[in-house]
């Protein structure tokens, strides 16, 4: 039995034990028979009977960062409207990046929606959330921001990478280019995210209804229904998307430094000087930072998935924590989304002047 109607134990007075699917199906029992003992194959570890989270700091971080991704993502795409950036291959990808960190922050402020809407009585619209189309479609959501972001923000790397370590190697991405880039970036995390949705019999009916906050992530030794679909992007695509972003901007930073050493070598005692105080100098310090946040996000993001994810398969006794899975969907996952406009627009000099004239 996969779902019972409210009351569904009231008249049912001389109850001893009762064997249920799931522990939440169990909240129907004990509102009318807490002596009775209930037994359940599935433990959900996520959810209450009153609520989706069984704590309180997921529920407050989801809103958190989920309205931190949607008004960022409307500051990048504002911003680049009213004041479009000089060089136009970089407003298109920052354009299309902050889209998709908005698509996060509207998956996660569904969760929260829901969350409040079937606050005191979650354990009776579990089932229907669970194997309904709208946690499918949100869930299909969330890895499809997730991936074009990804994906956007190894495009930016790529571009500057070959802009400032190989100037003359290669010929400049046109805006035109730029925006066919970009539309392939969307069609391909398009696919990957709703294939499951498509009905192939690889997919189960609830490959994105494995936990409450509808991420097919494989975090356990016990595999699920297409557990080598959700490897394969979570893990293999991810990992070697973050490597090749860790690459890019390592290069771009020993690519800066030795162009100052070699300039700082030549000139007066006092021109050396003068030029470490330059504001070539500052802007190069500057790009240090913003290229160790970029890392660390990224890192922060991918890299809890990506261990643990290698973990459960190499290790088979493995016990992940039981709420590992939303914190992840709330936390580590939307990291980017919240923070990619603060790297890749806030913390840029025309958006700090403008600010800063405006304060004036």
């Given amino acids: 039995m996969a779902e019972l109607p409210k009351g569904f134990f009231k008249h049912l007075t001389h109850i001893i034990r009762v064997t249920l699917d799931t522990n939440l199906m169990c909240c129907h029992l004990d509102l009318f028979r807490q002596d009775a003992d209930c037994e359940y194959s599935f433990n959900d570890n996520f959810a209450s009977c009153h609520s989706m989270f069984r704590h309180h700091a ?193 290069a771009i930073l020993w690519k800066s430094w030795s162009s100052s050493r070699r300039l700082g070598t030549h000139g007066t005692v006092r021109e050396i000087r003068a030029r470490a105080q330059s504001a070539q100098a500052k802007r190069e310090r500057a790009l240090a930072k913003r290229v160790f946040f970029i890392i660390l996000t990224d890192f922060l993001c991918w890299m809890p998935i990506i261990a643990i994810g290698i973990r459960s398969h190499v290790e088979k006794t493995f016990d992940p924590p039981g709420d590992l899975a939303v914190w992840i969907a709330v936390f580590a996952l939307p990291i980017n989304s919240a923070i990619n406009p603060l790297l890749y627009t806030l913390s840029t000099p025309q958006v700090t002047c403008f600010f800063v004239i405006s304060l004036e």
């Avoid at 354990?123 to 309904?132: F, K, P, Q, S």
């Fill in 58 to 250: 997921p529920r407050r971080t989801l809103w958190i960062v989920g309205l931190l991704s949607l008004l960022g993502s409307l500051f990048v795409v504002g911003w680049q409207y009213f004041y479009p950036d000089n060089n136009v291959v970089q407003s298109i990808m920052l354009v299309n990046l902050g889209v998709s960190d908005g698509i996060m922050g509207i998956y996660l402020i569904i969760i929260g929606i829901k969350d409040l809407q079937w606050s005191g009585e979650y354990y009776l619209h579990d089932y229907e959330w669970r194997t309904g189309w709208f946690c499918h479609f949100n869930g299909a959501m969330s890895v499809f921001s997730s991936e074009v972001s990804v994906m956007m923000i190894s495009l930016i790397a790529l571009d500057r990478l070959k802009n400032i370590v190989f100037p003359y190697t290669f010929a400049k991405i046109t805006p035109r280019q730029t925006r066919i880039m970009c539309v392939v970036i969307w069609l391909v995390g398009g696919v990957m995210a709703f294939l499951p949705l498509s009905g192939m019999h690889y997919f189960s009916e609830r490959y994105y209804g494995n936990n409450v906050v509808c991420l097919p992530l494989q975090l356990s030794p016990e595999l699920q229904e297409g557990w080598e679909y959700s490897t394969s992007i979570f893990i293999v695509l991810n990992f070697s998307l973050f490597i090749f972003i860790m690459v890019a901007y390592v």
